[in-house]
């Protein structure tokens, strides 16, 4: 074939496809024309949605497609648009047109504007769509005439933004938000079949949202299977998209990190609850600011169907790294059930909880106006816990203050709103301790119970951590087994309340210091008092209605005490001392005839006082009816020793002188 046979066909062809081009033109143009689109499309979607629907320029191209420009939704109000769009582009399918057909097999929606209102009311502005109306029957299209086939095979959604406007608003604030950047898309779209659909979006505050996967029986029964992403960079940001009031308060945290969320759903739509499959949640060194700390939170939190578990979960506070363990289930409904472990190496709670300070005293000012009394808080509670939980502490070391508490241990439930504490010990200066516990939510201000155990602690220390002004006054080795109950939450009814009984004892210690030791000495003027040493103390004391009551002995090489009054949770004193002391001390205190008096038959002195006053400032007095009791006893016993010297009968005997000189002496002193 030459070169003039090529051209000649060439140009055969070239005017076939020409003519056919322009035949299919004037045939689309013939069988989709712009006034067909506006004559029979935008009436049915006006009757349909009860919304003024306007379109701008239609073209129709037979590359291209149809494209409605500027498409208009109004609302039901009619002052602003419910939807638009720049551009609403219908791809059809070509050969179909030469039966006269048109089958659309893609649609796309480009930049549309969708916005939702929210009226003071509860309502919304789709609200009336929502509402399912009897439709007529539609006449039946005469025969012949075009039909537009709107069983398309794909849509797609570019560019799109969601407005919410809520005139409600939250804590009493409207607010607008913003959903953009929407894409989506839907192909082989089928009402009996699966199709897959994708959808990617931009939160407020930037998070940003993507989703995969398929819609299946959309007619009748819907269902899906996605996996889902919400990843969220800056957990700043994201706050200052939140509604008002809840920016409100989540600003108060200052909370900084980052987190991605992944979920797989599956399963009918109108089943949510049963949707999710498994998931997890990574968390990116999460940070909060609260209580005077900044902790921080990292690792992955794995979610089942109803359940969930950590891994690699770590709390970071105050520099300090702490493993956290979780596994919860039964998360769709109640009670929800948490399983906690913590476990790490050392915890120092001082750079958690820094000691506070004074708080300044409240000034008068100028004009000498008194401060207006403060008003009391309510007591918290009671709460209603859809939970049940239990969960564990293991540490290699803990440290309170000036104690150091190694291998602490806790285990703990909660069940019913009832904390209990099954078992919490460590070891703790030089000794051991021990407790359990029980806390009852469900009533206003709680209640609770304790029973603790101490072994083999040094007093000094514990006296150190908890009342530092009394440093170096109490030594020994402690032993404690006290029983606590009581309720409320605030300082005045946890005094009002508590109550408790138990015992104690210390052995090998001492007493000294500038408070109750400094005032006995000095009232007795016995410098050798001001450090007691003693072999034991011990006792039992009672608590109730802010007050102790004690009761105990201690035994020294200077002196034996017995103990027996009450000590406030003021600080006040009223407490009798019964008061034995050496035969070398008491030589100090009484000499004389009256140290004779004042000693028993092995010459330790006897010196029964009261105490009352304060911890820190104690007044002491003898007691004059214990004092005079022993001085009558003395005294009769050496009044009969001297007026009866010789005036026994033999073999003890005694003569009827002795009889009648005891009887006077008995009723001289009353005994």
Known sequence: MNRQTLLKLAGICAGVVLILLVGLTILVKLAISPELVKKTVLPKISAAINRQVSLGDVSVSIFSGIRLHDLVVQDREGSQPFLKAGALRLDYRLWPLLRKKVEIKEVRLESPLVRIVRYADGSFNFSDLLVKKQQPVPAAEPKGKSLIDLAVS??????????????????????????????????????????????????????????????????????????????????AKLVSGLPPSLAEKARKFDLAGGLELRLKLAGQTKQPKQLLQSGEIKLSDIQLSVGGMRPSLSGLLLLGKDNLASQDLTVTVAGQKLAVGLKGSNLTATPINLS???????????????????????????????????????????????????????????????????????????????????????????????????????????????????????????VSAFAPKASGTVFGSLGLNVGLQGSGALPESIKRNLAGQGNFAMTDGKLTGSGFMQGLAGFLKADAL??????????????????????????GSDAHIKTSGTAGFDKSLNMGLDIRLSPAITGQVARGDLGRFLTDSQGWGVMPLKVVGTVGSPRFTLDASLAGAHLKGKLQEELGRRLLKGKQGAAGTQQPEQQLLEKGLKGLFGR
């Not at 913003?178 to 930037?206: C, K, N, V, W």
């Not at 401060?371 to 007591?379: C, Q």
């Not at 001001?530 to 072999?535: C, G, Q, T, Y």
């Open 154 to 235: 794909q849509v797609t959604l570019s560019d799109g933004k969601v407005i919410f406007d809520d005139r409600q608003g939250l804590g009493g604030k409207p607010y607008q938000t913003e959903i953009s950047a929407i894409r989506f898309t839907a192909s082989t779209i089928s009402l009996d079949g699966e199709f897959p659909i994708s959808l990617q979006a931009t939160l407020p505050g930037g998070a940003t949202f993507d989703t995969t996967g398929t819609a299946a029986k959309v007619g009748t029964s819907p269902a899906i299977a996605l996996t889902s992403t919400i990843i969220v960079s800056n957990l």
């Open 340 to 462: 906690v472990a913590v476990s790490g190496d050392k915890l120092d709670l001082n750079q958690i909880m820094p000691a506070k300070p004074k708080a300044a005293a409240a000034s008068a000012g100028t004009t000498g106006t008194p401060a207006a009394p403060a008003r009391s808080k309510p007591e918290p509670g009671p709460l209603n816990l859809p939970l049940e939980a239990d969960g564990t502490v293991n540490l290699n070391s803990l440290i309170f203050r000036t104690l150091t508490i190694s291998k602490p241990a806790l285990a703990w439930r909660l069940v019913d709103n009832v904390v209990t504490v099954e078992s919490l010990k460590g070891g703790v200066a030089g000794g051991s301790f021990s407790d359990t516990a029980r806390i009852n939510l469900g009533v206003k201000g709680y209640s609770y119970s304790t029973q603790l155990t101490v072994q083999g602690v040094q007093a000094d220390q514990l």
């Open 530 to 555: 001001r450090i007691l040493r003693f072999a034991r103390y011990g006792g039992t004391l009672g608590i109730k209605g802010g007050v102790v009551t004690l009761n105990s002995e201690l035994d």
